[in-house]
């Protein structure tokens, strides 16, 4: 939460999705009565000549037009 530490969204995600939990009991307790999560997909955005400009998250407005 102080965003003293860098890390990538899925982490952030996880952290997030536990943090009321007070052991890991109670954390394994939960995640079984949890779906499956469903894959996240980046996509490369790329410029004219193929060089490698960023990456595209699902939501993200560019994210359909990618391959």
Known sequence: ???QLTMMPPTISN???IVDHRSAAEVMAW???QPRPSAILPRLRRDATGRLTGISMPGD???ADLD
């Open 1 to 3: 939460a102080a965003r």
């Open 15 to 17: 952290l997030e999705a």
């Open 31 to 33: 995640a079984r009565q």
């Open 61 to 63: 407005d560019d994210y």
